[in-house]
Structures are given as structure tokens and as C-alpha cells.
């Protein structure tokens, strides 16, 4: 982001795909310390910078796919929410939870619990205000 010329925000957005897939020793506070360097360094280059909360994943089926820690996933979207150091947030995993089960996608927008499907793309586009890219 900081090499590309015209750049003006950044959405960060962490796949969640590093919980399930990554180091399972990384800790929520790792995670949020990275997000701590890359917000000072969007901002010492004078970008805005978005957060984007991580999507469910806990009830997906893929063995390979363990450990991933829900809690992980609950630490950092607090960090996003409530932090105050984000210029905006974009609540991807409010637009996409099951309200009565927000580990889950919300029926319909994930045939697997982990990506989105059509419904649960158009979901997350909608998340987005565009009124952020003034």
C-alpha cells in the first residue's frame, strides 16, 4: 500500500484463513500489535485506513483447517470495533453472522462456513460505505 502511487485508504482486511491455516501459537494480542505497525505506518504516510472485522469461520469442515480459535477471532473484532484507531470501521462479520450464532454465516451466505456465496458476497459488498472514499 505504501509503494503504489495515487493510494489515498486502505481497507485492512485479515483473511481468516491465517487463524485456521496459520501458526496456531500466534496469539489474538500478536495479531493486534500487527494491526497497531500498520495503522501507524498508513498513517504516518497520510492514507486512512479501514478495518474490516473477520468473517466466521469456527463451523467450517475442513480437517486441515485446525485448530482455529474462535476466541482469536472475537478478540480481534473487539480490537477493530472498539479500539478508536481505525479511521472507519466496515463490519464485514455483522453483515454475514447468524445473529443467534455469530460463529456462523447467516443461512444462506456460506455453503461452507467459510467463504461467501453470492448472497453472503453481495452481503459484504453492501457492508462497505462508500461515502468513507470522499
Known amino acids: 500500500m505504501l509503494g503504489q502511487a495515487g493510494v489515498k485508504y486502505v481497507i485492512l482486511l485479515e483473511g481468516i484463513n491465517d487463524f485456521g491455516l496459520g501458526n496456531p ?4 494480542d500478536q495479531i493486534i500489535a500487527g494491526y497497531w505497525e500498520l495503522i501507524e505506518r498508513a498513517h504516518a504516510a497520510d ?7 473477520l468473517t466466521p469461520a469456527e463451523h ?5 483447517y485446525e485448530p482455529y480459535e474462535e476466541a482469536k ?13 481505525f479511521d472507519a470501521v466496515i463490519d464485514f462479520a455483522a453483515a454475514v453472522e447468524d ?3 455469530p460463529s ?17 458476497a453481495e452481503a459484504l459488498a453492501e457492508a462497505v460505505d462508500l461515502s468513507l472514499f470522499r
Open 25 to 28: 501459537d500466534v496469539t489474538a
Open 47 to 53: 492514507l486512512e485506513i479501514f478495518g474490516g472485522t
Open 60 to 64: 467450517n469442515p475442513f480437517s486441515f
Open 73 to 85: 477471532r472475537i478478540a480481534v473484532n473487539r480490537f477493530i470495533r472498539e479500539s478508536g484507531e
Open 99 to 101: 445473529a443467534t450464532d
Open 104 to 120: 456462523r454465516w447467516r443461512s444462506g451466505f456460506s455453503a461452507d462456513q467459510l467463504h461467501p456465496s453470492d448472497a453472503g
